[in-house]
Structures are given as C-alpha cells and as structure tokens.
C-alpha cells in the first residue's frame, strides 16, 4: 500500500510541474529542482541526537558560510573519516562503529551540507565535496568510508582537491555517473522534455561541468590510492554496475559484491572485512 501511494504521489507531482512547465515555466522549474536538491529527509535535532552521536565529541567547522557539524570518537593517530549518503547523517555508521573503535583509531563523522546538524537547505555534489576535502585538510585522515552519493562526492574531491594525507578509500554502494542520478528522478516524476533540459542545465552550472562528463569512474582513473569497492547484485537504489566501472578505473581495487544487503550494506562480516582493508600493510 505504501509504495501504491508513493507512486501516485510522485507521478500526481511529476504531472504538476509538467502542466505548469507551460503556463508558469519558470515556477515549475524552480519547484523540479528544488524537490532535486533539497533533503526531505536526514536533518537532526541537536536536543534529540542519536544515542551513537551523543557519545561523540560534537565539533562545528566554520568553512565559507556554512557550518559543518563534525562527531569525533577520540583515539590514536590513525584517523578515519566516515561519509553518509543522501537524506542520511552521521548516525548511519552505528553498526560499523564498534569494529572501527575495537582499532583504537580515531574516527570522524560528518553531516553534509543540508543533512544532519549541518547548515544549508541545497544538497549537491561539489558542495559535499568541498565539505569532505575541508575537513580532511583538518584532521588528515588516512582512511576515507563513504556510503551511495557520499562516495561520488569523496572521489570527485579526491579528484578535485588531491590531498596526500588519504591513503585508502572504500566505497559502498556508490554510483557513478550524474547523468543517471538525474535521469532517475526525471523517471520517476515522469518529467516532460523541457524541465528535464533545465534540470540538467542547471546540474552543468552547479557542477561547472557537462553533465555527462561529471563521471565518477572518469574522477578515478588517476587515483592511485588503495580501494575497496562493495555493492549488493540486488541494489535497487543504484545499481551494481556503477561500482564495478569505478573499481576497473581505480588502479588499485579490490571490488566486493553482496547479495541481500540492500542500498544500505549493514552486514557485520562485511565490516569486518573493512576493518581488516584498514589495517592491512
């Protein structure tokens, strides 16, 4: 019942800005890529955090005119920095928490630009990539752990910003190619051809670049960093193939898939196998 109503909701939506992509155009492309960029899920409220965030060093960055709200588990110099996807926040690392602590490592959160704690009402990829490179150059980690669009945004940073400090990246459930990512929000609005061209247009400004050539696996050709790549065959979010072309480009890759786990990729024994990537010489 709840995905009937999911489906009539979006498309009754999709239908909305299609009419008024002809009598009002510019309304009905302000309202697609606001629905695009805008979480509507992932924020948290400082009084009621999480029980796994509560037992963190909560610290506010300033970086340009944003906040960006950092949960730090103090330990020793080898530091580990964890990145959530979209309509998601820090909380989402609970259940491989406690096997990064068992290392004694120092670990680092954050919430990304309109998630969690953090300020901003507009998401998008070079935004989070700023974020993520800002708070690598504070705290070097050596190790970044991305989850879905988080991973896209650590690669483009990686990419954008080379930072000496990262030596190993894993990888869960990430997609690659930008075009998709919009492609399936134009499908599942049923967008017509015009507002499907201003959402793109606009995604090239925001990105500074064509949106067919804001490419994940293209951002990875050169990093020589050693990986792991997970993703689940049955991954209805993103497909499995978007990891795969990021694991053939990165030269130094090992690429896991599961099966059963889904977009969101809990599974202890495969956060034992990260723990393990970790450490490993």
Known sequence: ???????????????????LSFIQPDKANTLAYKLFSEPR??????????????????????????????????????????????????????????????????????????????????????KYAEFIHFISEKYNPKT????????AASIYSLYKYPNSSIEKLVLLGAPSEMKIIVHNYVTMLSLNKKVTAFL????????????????????????LLKSLIAHDKLDKVVLVSESQKIAKSLKNAEFIETEGLGHSMHNDELYQKITRFVFET
Request: proline share 3%; with cysteine.
């Open 200 to 223: 793109e247009k606009q995604s090239e400004i925001k990105f500074n670049l064509k949106i067919d050539a804001f490419s994940a696996h293209l951002f990875s050709e050169n990093l």
């Open 144 to 151: 970044l752990i991305s989850h879905s669009i988080g991973g």
């Open 41 to 126: 899920k992932g924020k948290l409220n400082r009084e009621k955090l999480p029980k796994i965030l509560q037992n963190s060093k909560l610290e506010i960055v300033k970086f340009q005119n944003h906040s960006v709200q950092t949960y730090i588990w103090e330990g020793n110099e080898n530091c580990i920095l964890l990145v959530h996807g979209w309509e998601s926040n820090a909380s989402r690392w609970g259940k491989i928490l406690p096997h990064l602590k068992k290392t004694g490592s120092t670990i680092i959160a954050l919430d990304g630009p309109a998630h969690g704690l953090s300020s901003g009402i507009e998401f998008n990829v070079p």
């Open 1 to 19: 019942m709840k995905k009937i109503k999911y489906f009539l909701l979006t498309k009754s939506v999709g239908f909305y800005i299609n009419v």
